[in-house]
RNA sequence: GGAGAGGUGGCCGAGUGGUUGAAGGCGCGCCCCUGCUAAGGGCGUAUAGGUUAACUCUUAUCGAGGGUUCGAAUCCCUCCCUCUCCGCCA
């Protein structure tokens, strides 16, 4: 959410830098709705002023014992005027809170002009694809060879974009799960949690998912109105939601381990075959909450954490910066890191990185208190995939593979599979 | 699931219809006194809006949302949450 004053000052400037990013910003309609609810709420708050003062007036003449009858015929017709204006007045607000609710964050000065992922733009590589003197496979051929990876039996059980991991595939996901924690735990200084994987409306709203998102999200169908999470992002970055944190507090690093729950609405065709895209996948998410002068430094910070990853798994990627037109809804500086996927000769996303500033510290009300002004001030908040477990399985078979079928453990990776140094499918 | 109690400011805690945005305490900030690692005293200390050049003035907020009333932290209804006991349960 945007600085409501910053947008009654300046709506013209906000309009234009919003541009960039796709949003068309209707200033006009913006400023006409404004106007109203300047007139009516001015007119709204002498009545209630009016009426507060009478009542007072009636409270007092009847402690001194005076006839109050006169005074109550005064204030006869104001209730009915005073609650019209209020009806009126909440109309307008609740239409400028729609608008405010929709308008996507300012992107910072370094995103690039462009519709889609075409005009990204790589600012950093890493590691080299590997050339392989066998026909190299993908994943899908890999695992569904001997059933490590069973798409068929998932369909069955639920449906479409959902897998069946096996054996040593599975203990694979396991491991990697466990090896991101650790690195992240005891090499980047985050705290571990465990949170639920299920939030309610508040806490999709707080991180931009509700209200323009609903659509990609599963929602519980029952009165209590949760959402699964679509990543930990969400019940991790609410742990500060309505609190005003000490300034000793910041920043806080979290790290989570969870499933990610994505409806996938409007990617109809895309990627179907294989566990690039899925319904349901596991994810360490990274998330920190810190001072705003801090989240520049932090952004970056957390998106080396996210490498660090891949080149202690030895898998060759990339880092993009995100143009205007592929930047989230919440987000002012997006860096993907796009891993090599030799099924697909290609890079792929494995990590997004964000920094929303205080976008969604506003939506949420996550404040600190800052010692030089005494006064609560909204934190920042910045996030990224450390990494997608799912992705990250993927590029671990397909980039070790061999020409026996057999996958290699990535040296990383085989004290969490009982020191074995190579994995064969069931 | 059943029975009961309760949700008030950064924290604790008064307050059952009329200057209560809210006593008192703690914490915090500034100052004074004391001159020694103690204590005492004074003042200040919620949030979000509107209005104003500013001072001022003003509105809303006592879990959330409705209602009654000239007037609601206080009365009524619905919901949420917390605690205690019982039941159930991985």
Redesign the pocket.
């Known amino acids: 959410m945007l600085d409501?004053?910053r947008l009654?000052t300046e709506p013209e400037t906000v309009a234009e830098l919003l541009k960039k990013k796709g949003h068309d910003f209707d200033v006009a309609a913006f400023s006409a709705l404004e106007e109203k609810r300047?007139a009516l709420?001015?007119d709204t708050?002498?009545l209630?002023?009016e009426?507060?003062?009478?009542?007072?007036n009636?409270?007092?003449a009847?402690?001194a014992g005076e006839d109050i009858a006169p005074l109550?015929a005064e204030?006869d017709d104001l209730?009915a005027t005073l609650q019209k204006k209020e009806v009126e007045l909440d109309v307008i607000v609740g239409e400028l809170e729609t608008i405010l609710h929709g308008v996507p964050n300012i992107p910072d000065e370094r995103v690039p002009e462009g519709a889609d992922e075409e005009s990204n733009q790589e600012i950093r590589t890493w590691g080299k694809p590997r050339s392989f003197d066998f026909e190299a496979k993908d994943h899908i051929e890999l695992g569904e060879a001997r059933g490590g990876l069973d798409f068929e039996t998932a369909v069955k059980i639920t449906g479409s974009r959902f897998v069946v991991m096996q054996g040593e595939v599975a203990k694979l996901h396991r491991a990697l799960v466990q090896f991101m924690l650790d690195v992240h735990t005891t090499e980047h200084g985050y705290t571990e949690v465990n949170v639920p994987n299920m939030v309610n409306a508040e806490s999709a709203f707080g991180t931009g998912q509700l209200p323009k998102f609903a659509d990609d999200l599963f929602e519980l169908k029952d009165d209590?109105g949760f959402y699964l999470i679509p990543t930990a992002e969400v019940p991790v970055t609410n742990i500060v939601r309505d609190e005003?944190v000490e300034a000793d507090a910041l920043p806080m690093k979290f790290a989570c381990h969870s499933p990610c729950f994505r409806s996938e609405a409007g990617s109809y065709g895309k990627d179907t075959r294989g566990m690039i895209r899925q319904h349901q996948f596991e994810k360490v998410e990274l998330v920190q909450l810190v001072k705003p002068e801090q989240s520049k430094q932090a952004h970056e910070d957390l998106t080396h954490h996210a490498e660090v990853i891949l080149q202690k798994l030895e898998l060759p990627y990339r880092v993009v910066i995100l143009c205007g037109g592929d930047l989230g809804f919440s987000a002012e500086l997006t860096y993907d890191i796009e891993v090599w996927v030799p099924g697909q000769d290609t890079f792929r996303e494995i990590s997004s990185c964000s920094n929303f500033g205080d976008f969604q510290a506003r939506r949420m009300q996550a404040r600190w208190r800052n010692p030089n002004t005494g006064?609560?001030e909204l934190i920042h908040t910045v996030n990224g995939s450390g990494l997608a477990v799912g992705r990250t399985l993927i590029a671990v078979l397909e980039n070790y593979q061999n020409a026996d079928g057999s996958v290699t453990v990535p040296l990383a990776l085989q004290p969490y599979m009982g020191g074995a140094s190579t994995i064969l499918f069931p």
């Not at 009426?51 to 007072?56: G, M």
């Open positions: 409501l004053k009654r300047k709420q001015v708050e002498s209630q002023n009426r507060n003062t009478k009542s007072r009636i409270g007092n009847k402690a109550l204030v209730k209590r005003i006064k609560p």
